[in-house]
């Protein structure tokens, strides 16, 4: 808890007690501390403290997203693509945010849950935002960039490989991010301010990652990037040798043999019957139908 040692009268006036004192010292010494607590001030030790150990926060999980995308994927520039997608997002999201709840660009709409409160944001707003939105969209483009290297593994050049993934996996990224848009969205109908303030930023960003980031950013940022580096340092796998085509149409066809004899002892069982006789139009033909 922080300590309170404001001066409760000027240098010029008249203290406790007289002689231009302050509230913790009389004639010139120090007689004891004062300490306030109460919610109001936990909250702003909470603040200082959260803003303090935001930038560590912010490079730890930089760093996480590195280890995991870049052992994941294996590629260097995929992990550092991540970062500098979310990044933006996030910059685009809290400073939307500032222009709405801190300027006051929409109050002209008459809305509550855009007006300003407070003439700034309340300090958890872009905490619990930052978390959610990271999630968000590391999933996001964990989709996407999954159907890439898929496609780019099969032969297809980074090019082919981002309009095939964006053909497969589009659609499933943008009826994610309206859902996840709708559901934020309902914290806008709250009359308490720091929620719509969480709830407008999730909105921004969710709607920026899926419909800029994966269909917009990062189709350009691959296409301007040669296939060697966007992919490095992972290996294409070699493309199958006519020995493999035939090694696995040979198999293939082996293990159809017990599908098709299974097949057929079903088709006999069916036609003689439960008693394993054949009927007796089959009998008086000498097995010819």
Same mark, same amino acid.
């Not at 959260?50 to 280890?67: E, H, Q």
């Not at 109050?107 to 855009?114: K, R």
């Not at 082996?254 to 004899?261: E, K, T």
């Given at each position: 808890m922080r300590t309170l040692r404001e001066q409760?009268?000027?240098?010029?006036?008249?203290?406790?007690?007289?002689?231009?004192?302050?509230?913790?010292?009389?004639?010139?010494?120090?007689?004891?501390?004062?300490?306030?607590?109460?919610?109001?001030?936990?909250?702003?030790?909470?603040?200082?403290?959260?803003?303090?150990?935001?930038?560590?926060?912010?490079?730890?999980?930089?760093?996480?997203?590195?280890?995991?995308?870049?052992?994941?994927?294996?590629?260097?520039?995929?992990?550092?693509?991540?970062?500098?997608?979310?990044?933006?997002?996030?910059?685009?999201?809290?400073?939307?945010?500032?222009?709405?709840?801190?300027?006051?660009?929409?109050?002209?709409?008459?809305?509550?849950?855009?007006?300003?409160?407070?003439?700034? =944001?309340?300090?958890?707003?872009?905490?619990?935002? =930052?978390?959610?939105?990271?999630?968000?969209?590391?999933?996001?483009?964990?989709?996407?960039?999954?159907?890439?290297?898929?496609?780019?593994?099969?032969?297809?050049?980074?090019?082919?490989?981002?309009?095939?993934?964006?053909?497969?996996?589009?659609?499933?990224?943008?009826?994610?991010?309206?859902?996840?848009?709708?559901?934020?969205?309902?914290?806008?109908?709250?009359?308490?301010?720091?929620?719509?303030?969480?709830?407008?930023? =999730?909105?921004?960003?969710?709607?920026?990652?899926?419909?800029?980031?994966?269909?917009?950013?990062?189709?350009?940022?691959?296409?301007?990037?040669?296939?060697?580096?966007?992919?490095?340092?992972?290996?294409?796998?070699?493309?199958?040798?006519?020995?493999?085509?035939?090694?696995?149409?040979?198999?293939?066809?082996?293990?159809?043999?017990?599908?098709?004899?299974?097949? =057929?002892?079903?088709?006999?069982?069916?036609?003689?019957?439960?008693?394993?006789?054949?009927?007796?139009?089959?009998?008086?033909?000498?097995?010819?139908?």
């Amino acid at each position: 808890m922080r300590t309170l040692r404001e001066q409760l009268v000027g240098a010029g006036g008249e203290g406790v007690g007289g002689g231009g004192g302050t509230l913790l010292e009389w004639e010139g010494q120090q007689i004891g501390e004062v300490f306030a607590y109460g919610m109001p001030l936990e909250q702003m030790d909470g603040a200082q403290y959260t803003l303090r150990r935001m930038p560590v926060v912010v490079l730890a999980i930089a760093a996480i997203i590195c280890v995991i995308l870049g052992g994941s994927f294996g590629t260097a520039l995929v992990p550092l693509r991540a970062v500098v997608c979310i990044t933006w997002m996030l910059v685009v999201a809290i400073g939307a945010s500032v222009m709405v709840y801190q300027l006051g660009y929409l109050e002209f709409l008459g809305l509550e849950a855009l007006a300003p409160a407070g003439g700034s =944001l309340f300090w958890i707003s872009p905490s619990v935002a =930052l978390a959610v939105l990271v999630g968000l969209g590391l999933d996001y483009d964990i989709f996407l960039m999954d159907s890439v290297m898929e496609n780019w593994q099969e032969g297809k050049d980074g090019r082919e490989a981002v309009i095939a993934a964006l053909d497969q996996a589009g659609t499933i990224i943008s009826a994610a991010g309206i859902i996840m848009f709708l559901a934020f969205g309902a914290l806008l109908a709250s009359t308490t301010p720091v929620l719509n303030q969480i709830g407008f930023m =999730l909105c921004i960003g969710v709607l920026i990652d899926c419909f800029i980031t994966t269909k917009l950013t990062i189709p350009a940022l691959m296409a301007c990037v040669p296939d060697a580096a966007n992919f490095w340092p992972k290996k294409r796998p070699p493309p199958p040798t006519a020995g493999d085509i035939e090694e696995r149409g040979s198999v293939s066809a082996r293990g159809s043999v017990p599908c098709l004899r299974r097949s =057929l002892t079903s088709s006999a069982r069916d036609l003689l019957g439960n008693s394993g006789t054949a009927p007796p139009s089959l009998r008086n033909t000498g097995g010819r139908s």
